[in-house]
């Protein structure tokens, strides 16, 4: 049933208004501090930027229903990054540059604006075409689009219709777009670069060329490129599709790489010191980081790619990850929620968690684990009386977060259920953020992260720490809302 695949939120009749408010009052698996969409579909965040004294953040919505149909950008602006408001639709595709969705893009924020960059989706017939558009949001919380729109018109020679997700970047006087693209000629993922002495007016100049040696490189497409300074480095990160496994990295149906490196546009090369996949666990994709951040720079990410989730059910799908503030320690990338500290967060019963477990009281919490040096084997468990469980072990270094016994695929899945990482550090501490369906597990201080989803019917839940030594570990459970 897809007849409203392609249909705008300005045509929603007064029964679609009827469901969507239904849907809205729904809380089953309803995550409290990540965003959710009100009803529909939510997938990449777009147009992150601090301006005009806020936070705002878009994110690509299809209003209608649980599958990727017509994508609108969702509006949210937000004081402390935690609490948000929502603003409904404010790029609606109803012109013909994008006929067939407004597809990601990120915001720059200069002369008291922040100009969204985003693709126009055109389909014709099975052909597909890609313009590079702008929409302006200013201090009166208006979102316009520009009069010259498309800013690029289609795709340069040589390149597929898979030309999207515009990031802008400003080195010098010059602006430079970053676009996930397609080789024609092989079909291979690249990234291109176009610049811009104003903003409104690109040059094509060519592929990046990212000077690594990776069968990352092999993707078929690559989406969502971003590009920020990080504590003196550049960073590279971008989402490539039909990358194979490679030992335990890459075990999504799409995954996130970052580099840390140089750039260098007017050889149009990035040298990379360092590379990795950016999340380690089973859901995380399309990341963007905010523009203009007055304080870390900041990231946040949709939490999946998979098409079903039982969430479905309840007339919504998917959520976004927590922002994550990002710095670079021993040349690697670090990421820490930023929400976790803030006066916003309600939190309540701090409490130790002996070895017995406890019985939760509610499924949005953190739970701390400090002082890992001595033990060697730590298991977290997560687990029902019906035998769901959801567990993190660590095993002389070796990370496994395994989601069997909680798994919500219908179907056999290709992925498997276990997501495994050694690292080369002991580790110290856990940091477990859990949301009603999806948990960030923080590592080291976000040396690594494991993004999940669960789906927790109305059930208790146990929380139990075992270790091997049965040594007194130092725990911190809270609950949080806001
Ligand atoms: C990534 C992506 C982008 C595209 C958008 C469409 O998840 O496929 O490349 O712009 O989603 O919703």
């Not at 820490?336 to 967060?345: F, K």
């Not at 669960?454 to 007194?472: R, V, Y």
Request: net charge negative; proline share 4%; aromatic share 12%.
């Amino acid at each position: 049933m897809q007849q409203q695949k392609y249909k705008t939120i300005n045509t929603a009749t007064e029964l679609d208004n009827k469901n969507f408010e239904e849907i809205k009052l729904k809380t089953l698996f309803r995550p409290l501090f990540h965003i959710s969409p009100p009803h529909g579909l939510l997938n990449d965040p777009n147009g992150f930027c601090y301006f005009n004294n806020q936070y705002h953040l878009f994110y690509q919505w299809f209003p209608f229903d649980t599958y990727h149909g017509m994508k609108h950008w969702m509006h949210l602006s937000s004081n402390d990054l935690l609490t948000w408001s929502e603003h409904g639709s404010k790029i609606t595709p109803l012109e013909s540059y994008e006929s067939h969705g407004a597809y990601s893009g990120g915001a720059v924020v200069e002369n008291d604006r922040s100009y969204l960059f985003y693709t126009g989706n055109v389909k014709r017939g099975d052909e597909r075409d890609a313009n590079q558009c702008l929409a302006i949001l200013d201090k009166n919380n208006q979102v316009t689009k520009h009069a010259l729109n498309p800013v690029i018109e289609s795709v340069p020679q040589g390149y597929t219709g898979h030309v999207r997700d515009p990031k802008i970047v400003k080195r010098g006087s010059h602006y430079f777009m970053l676009l996930g693209a397609q080789r024609e000629a092989d079909l291979s993922g690249e990234i291109i670069v176009y610049q811009s002495p104003d903003l409104l007016d690109w040059e094509f100049k060519g592929t990046l060329d990212i000077q690594v040696n990776g069968d990352f490189l092999d993707a078929y497409m690559y989406e969502c490129p971003d590009l920020l300074e990080v504590d003196g480095h550049d960073v590279l990160i971008f989402s490539p599709q039909g990358v194979t496994a490679d030992g335990t990295r890459f075990h999504n149906k799409f995954n996130v790489i970052y580099c840390l490196g140089q750039v260098n546009f007017e050889q149009l090369t990035f040298t990379v010191s360092h590379w990795d996949e950016l999340d380690r666990g089973f859901d995380f994709y399309a990341p963007q980081t905010m523009a203009n951040a007055p304080e870390k720079q900041t990231l946040i990410a949709w939490a999946g790619t998979d098409e079903h989730l039982p969430s479905e059910q309840q007339g919504w799908i998917n959520c976004l990850t927590l922002t994550r503030e990002l710095t670079v320690e021993n040349n690697r990338l670090i990421q820490r929620p930023n929400i976790i500290n803030s006066d916003s967060l309600i939190k309540q019963h701090g409490y130790q968690l002996n070895h017995q477990g406890v019985e939760l009281e509610s499924l949005s919490f953190s739970l701390e684990v400090n002082n890992l040096s001595n033990e060697k084997n730590i298991t977290i468990s997560l687990q029902t009386q019906s035998g769901k469980e959801l567990t993190l072990t660590i095993n002389n270094n070796t990370i496994t977060l395994d989601r069997a016994l909680y798994d919500h695929h219908t179907q056999d899945w290709e992925y498997g259920n276990k997501r495994q990482h050694q690292t080369d550090y002991d580790i110290n501490n856990i940091h477990f953020i859990c949301d009603q369906s999806i948990i960030e597990i923080y590592i080291n201080d976000g040396r690594d992260v494991f993004t999940c989803l669960f789906f927790p019917e109305q059930e208790n839940h146990q929380l139990t720490i075992s270790t091997e030594k049965g040594a007194d570990l130092d725990t911190q459970l809270t609950y949080l809302t806001i």
